[in-house]
């Protein structure tokens, strides 16, 4: 056997959990940068945000209405209203000139800092003012109409944010609530972690660029947008690189020439025991050190890892669906620790098989699910045919149902894990 069937034949078969790890030794992530605030919605905080003010910082009220002493308005009912002077307008805004003293009310838009003096705010559904000014609008006096207590209607000083609370910590994903939180600290730049640049080869010589029309025999290129997409997804910046053909020696200088100027490579195709398995031969002659190149999964079996020019190459299988199943397993959560994650592996969830999977398998099984709700049971179905080789219902996949090795099969309402894909 030359050394080039070694790696075809005689391969060592290792668990998902155990190529995780050996990948995980090889992840930093990448560096700092300061980007404008609207430029970094989906990427993830080089820092941890402490709050450098309270929030409200004043005492904020709640809705549109009359500042007023609750002690003032104890017996204030309809019949029996409470008739209070108003001393001023504090529109949102602004602050108030005045206190307030028993017997004055200052009226108040939702949002204003409500006076000093002022205990509550009453709704101005609950008070009647009256008389009107010449321009209509203003009034001196206005009826309570309804008894409010101290407090109501107005979140006091840091009544939401303390200050000096830890607010976002280092490497939480910047979404609309960040944002929100990053917007009101003044945070008009952040430092985030840079995308993680992530080369993308598709290798065979079948493949079409996707604008060609289709020849005998050949296939257009789907699975480099497909990992673009689940790079893009992951939080990476992909760049699809013109697929290569079966030609060890152009795989080779492709790869060395890009590696420098990328993070990750990830390649699909090649990796299994046929005569044009190109990546197979460029790892039995390589200078680069192959980490695995078989796992106990389905599919994706020949799942493949190298650490090259020290840069992490990633080489999945070609067929769309273990091609799809090996992104999520392997390259997603090394792309989201590139990318600043603490917690790059998504937890498992319990589900409950909708139909039966009569199946068995050698290794665990990495199905792509589809899940609904069910009188308050996730309840998780095959998304489609689920065959290494076809991609039709990648698109209906919401989950990876992981189902442990065995012979048996899976009953109906048998539960599952589930790892749901984002
Ligand atoms: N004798 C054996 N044959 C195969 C075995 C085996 O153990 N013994 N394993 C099978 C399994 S499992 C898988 S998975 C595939 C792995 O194949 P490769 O990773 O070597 O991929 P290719 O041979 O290049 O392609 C497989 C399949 O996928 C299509 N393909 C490839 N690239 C793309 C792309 N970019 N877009 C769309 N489709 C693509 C390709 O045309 C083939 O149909 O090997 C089995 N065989
Ligand atoms: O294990 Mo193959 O990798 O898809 O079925
Ligand atoms: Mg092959």
Known sequence: MNSDTNLKF??????????????????????IESVPLSAAFGRRLAEDIYADHPVPHFRRSGVDGYAVCAADIEQATPENPVELRIIEQIPSGTVPKFKVYSGLAARIMTGAPVPDGADCVVMLEMTDALPLDDTGLNSSHVNIKKHVSFGSNITPIAGEIRMKELLLEQGSQIGPGEAAILATFGYSF?????????????????????????????????????????????GGEAIIMQALSDDAEEVESALLETLAKVDLILTSGGVSVGDHDVLVDLFGRFTGKLLFNKVAMR???????????????LALSGNPGASFVGFELFAKPLIKAMAGCQTPFQEAITAFLDVSYDKGSAYPRYVRGTTHAETGCLRVRPAGIDKSSIMVSIKDADCLIQLPAGGKGFAKDERVLIYPIQ
């Open 10 to 31: 005689g391969r060592k078969v290792i668990s998902v959990e155990e190529a995780r790890s050996l990948l995980s030794e090889y992840v930093k992530h990448t560096e």
């Open 299 to 313: 599919p994706g079996t020949p799942t493949s890892a190298a650490l090259w020019e020290n840069r992490l190459l």
């Open 190 to 234: 952040v430092s985030v972690y840079r995308k993680p640049k992530v080369a993308i080869f598709s290798t065979g010589s079948e493949l079409l660029n996707v604008e060609d029309a289709l020849q005998p025999g050949r296939i257009r290129n789907s699975n480099s947008y497909m990992l673009a997409a689940q790079v893009e997804a992951a």
